[in-house]
Structures are given as structure tokens and as C-alpha cells.
């Protein structure tokens, strides 16, 4: 397993107060807990070093150290945040440094290392159990802000390392237009989104190598310029899948935008965010701040929210374990003490927005304290920098983006764009509106890895015993082991925490194949005479299964075969008569669920 966990500090519960930073701003002061640091040292060290300048073959005991760095700038009021981080190396013993190896874990076999340590094309295909050379018909648009003006020579260089079917402008297989499907591109970069783009231009062809891509390029990171990148995605360039890796703050959502992410028939994806449950990285702070709420567009109930988790591969590229992304939290000393944020997969319970009925009807919906409102996430993948994906990116924009090559990046908006190209090696939506459904009707399925270790919580899933009530230090809702006033343990703790089943870090869980992929519904299964004489009124009954939480067959539609009207019917039991004999009839039911999804079953009859 990667060793990203081996320097944590351990929290000692007591009195006393400590003076904490906000996370990216201000200074605040609240009753805390004094920490003892704990550290284990690893068995060999290589501190400082980057691994990029290491043998791929190096040992499996190296260890190295990094911080995280969002690539793009903070955004300013009204704006999207870019949801990229990258992985910087940094000395041991460094404040925030996290431990780690080089590509997860992985050595040898079928499985190589990136350039920069980080994970190949190769490692997601074998970790989440997909053949990445399929796609054809599909197209996945990717929506970002300002333009990259080397992502078609990056691209190739990226193809061109990794082995992967050539993407260019050139062939077709990538198309960058403007927000409203234009081919004058809005003014270069200077804010480091073009990171962000290549991240997810590289990351959808790493998976889904058969894929066109768009990239639309939207005026600025304004949420209104953003959504009509979206609108122009669904409804003049017809993409059967949409990534969105960026967001902002649920009370800066308009009307526009919450129509701009409604497609029925398209795959729309959004990550999370990469500041934990209700951003507590930035310490809950109070309204009228934008933090202590969850994000738009993924908590869009018309979208699937892809969470984040934290990647470990065997030696042989395949899945070891994968846990939810949480580097801070209380067992992380510096987070505590010098206010540096390490990222965490976004989350929480909106305030706006209704839960569709998939969630609702779940049978522990109530253990996550949201009431009638939506939950992120629907599913999560590889999020963490730490077991990043190895980039190529060239770009330096004029205000300092970080950019130099090979680099290695995570964050939520790597998982957004592994999901879409997911869905589009399975066949996009395939006829369904809002194909979120598609993914609970495969919930507990051996299609789906569970999540079960770890939270997106300030607590990272520790629990009310061990963790205390963050939520009275008065900076709103850090985690959700309790309520936001009261000393009594929330019975909303899978709001936060990773437990069996749904739970609100990582949704229905990870991918294992395409199965959780594949469109699913009502089964039904005929029973009654196979052998009718005519003039004769006989009796069919059906036996139906529904994959969906709470999903009940509510209409069934009886074809007979023999040409007369089919008969319809409310529950499993129809009669029939056949007028003529000497025949082999088929009956043909279909029925509805009251999810809308169909289903049907086949009988033969012979009328003698």
C-alpha cells in the first residue's frame, strides 16, 4: 500500500486553546484540543528527492515526500474554482509533507510508473478493470476556462510516452472550440485552468483512447460562461458525455444554471470539490461566506457528483485498496497548526436542491441527515495527488502557472473525467434521462468496489467517540458525527463518513468494470399454460424483479403475439383467448417501473 498515511499526527483530547489560520485567508481562535505528534519513520527515505529522477525499477520500500498545490488561482466572488492539484515534491519533515510511493505501489508486470511517479493510463485501466481501447461513436466534452494554446502538441507528446491511439486536432479525434462551439478561442490562460484542461483532455483519452473529445474553452471561469459551455456541449455539438472537474458555491446558483447542467439523454459529470465536507478546509466559515456549503454543479440533481478517493495499486498494477481522499482533519498536525488545507474529496447535504428518488428510497438514506435534499456524491474514483495521474503540459502561463513537462496531478477534477470516459466505453446513457439511476440500480453489485474506510469529515471518519464535536468550535458544519448545535452523536453520519452501501463521500462506490456502467431495470418473468385450446380464456401471471432502491413494477403491457391488442394491466395477471389453433404463439410482456424504466420477458404458447 502506499505509505501517504505514515506521517500523521494523533489527536490527545484535553483543554487549552490554540490560534488557527483559515485555511487561505484570515486568522480565527477556538477552544481546540492540544495535539502529540506522532511520527513513524519509514525503513528507507529518499527525502527531497523527485522521482522523476529516479529508475522506474526503484525500490519498493522508497519513499518521497509532496504537498499538494491547486493549479489554479483562488477565484474571486462569483467565480468557478478549478478543482486540479498537483503533487510537489518537497523535503522530509516539510509542514504538510505526506509520504508516499511512486505510482501507488505499482511495480513491474504489465504496469510501468510515469514519468513523474505518478499513475499511467495503463494503471487506470487495470486498477478499475477496463479495456481502454473501445469508445467509438462516443463523444466526450470537456468544459474548462480560457485557453490552452499547446494542448494539441502536449497531447501528443502524452500519446506518444504512454503508447495510447494518436488524439489530434489533425485526425479529428480532438476538436477545441469556444464556448458557444466557435473556433475564435477566448484569450490564453494567465490563471493556471490550462493545467486544469490538460489534466482532463489527458485523462479522458487515457481511458477512452476510441473517443472524440471536445474541448470547449469558456470565456472566463464565470458560472454563466461555464454553463453555456455545457448548453453548447449538449445541444448543437450532440456530446454524449460532459466533464465538468470545477465549481462554486450553491448560494451563487441561478436558475440558468441549474436548466444549463439539465440534458436528459447526456452523461454529465462534476466533481465534488477538493475541500472536504461543506469545504471545512476553509474552517466553516460563516455566512455570507461562500464556504460551509456544498458546490454547484455537482450537487445538480440532474448530474453525477464524482467524489474522491485515495488509489493503492499491488506491485502489479491491479487495485490493492481505495479509501476516501482526506489528508486533513485532526490527525493532520500542520493542517491544525499552520493552516496549510492537503485536500479532501468534496461534499454534503444541499440546501436547494431535492434528492432524486434513488437516493431517498435508499434503505439508509436516513443516516445521512439530508432530508428530501441531494447528496453528493453518486460515485467516486482516484482523486488524491498523491496517486495522481502523470501529465504532459507545456504551457507556462504569464502570472506563474505550474508547468514544466511531466508533472503529476489529482484531485477531484481527475476523478470527473475518469467516470465520463467510463461511461462512454459502456455506451453513454443509453437511453436513459438522468443515468445517475443506472449507477444505484447497480448499488452492492460485484460491479462496484465499496468504500468502506475513511470520510470526507474534519473527523476523516473517525466517529463521534474518537473524534469529539468539531462543530461547536462555532465555524458552522466541519463534520457530520454531530449536529450543528447539541452534544448528542448525528445520526447523519454517512453524510461523511465511508460506510457499507451508499454513503455521501464516494456514493454508490467505485468502478470494477464497466457493470455499474451498463443500463439496467425491471425484469419479469412469465408463468401459465403452455398449451391453450382456442375460444378458451386462460390466465398468465408474471414474477418481476426491479434493481432500483424502492423500485416496484407499476405497469405491465401484455402482446400477445396473435395480432389482437395488447392488454394492459396494473398488476402481474392478465387472461387471454386465443380464436386460432394449429399455431405457436410468443407472448411479449413489458413493464415500467416507477422509475420509468423498462424491462420485458418472453413465453411461448401452442394453440392446438
Known sequence: MALDHIAQAEEARGGGRRVFPRGRARWMTFAVAPLAVLL????????????????????ATTTYYAVGKPVCQPATAHRAQCYAMRRVEVKEGTPGARAYEVAAGARGGSSTIGPAGGLTPGDLGTAYGVTTTGGTGQTVAVVDAYNDPDINTDLQTFDSQYGLATCSTSNGCLTVLNETGGTTLPANDTTGWSVEETLDVEAVHSVCQGCNIILLEANSQSPADLATAVNTAATTLDATEISNSYGFPESTATTSDVAAYNHPGVVITASTGDDGYYDFDYLGEASPSPYNQDNFPAAFNTVIAVGGTSLYLSQTGTRQSETVWNDDGPKDYWEQNFGEPLGAGGGGCSTTISAQKWQTKLSVWSSTGCGTFRSEADIA???????????YDTYSCASGCISSGWITVGGTSLSSPIISSLFALAGGAQGVNYPALTLYGHLGSTSLYDVTTGGNGYCDGEGAAQCGDWNLAGDGILDCDYPKTGSTPSVGDRACD?????????????????GAFA???????????????????????????????????TSYSWNWGDGTAATVTTTGKATHDYATGGVSETITLTVTDNYGAKGSGTYGVTVT
Open 519 to 553: 443500463k439496467t431495470g425491471p425484469t419479469a418473468k412469465i408463468a401459465g399454460p403452455k398449451s391453450v385450446t382456442p375460444g378458451t380464456t386462460e390466465t398468465w401471471t408474471a414474477t418481476t424483479t426491479d434493481p432500483f432502491p424502492a423500485g416496484t413494477v
Open 40 to 59: 513513524v519513520a519509514p525503513t528507507v527515505t529518499s527525502a527531497g528527492a523527485s522521482p522523476a529522477s529516479s529508475s522506474t525499477a526503484a525500490p
Open 498 to 514: 465511508a460506510l457499507k452501501g451508499y454513503d455521501g463521500p464516494t456514493g454508490v462506490g467505485t468502478p470494477q468494470g464497466l
Open 381 to 391: 474514483a482516484d482523486a488524491d495527488y498523491l496517486t495522481g495521474l502523470d501529465i
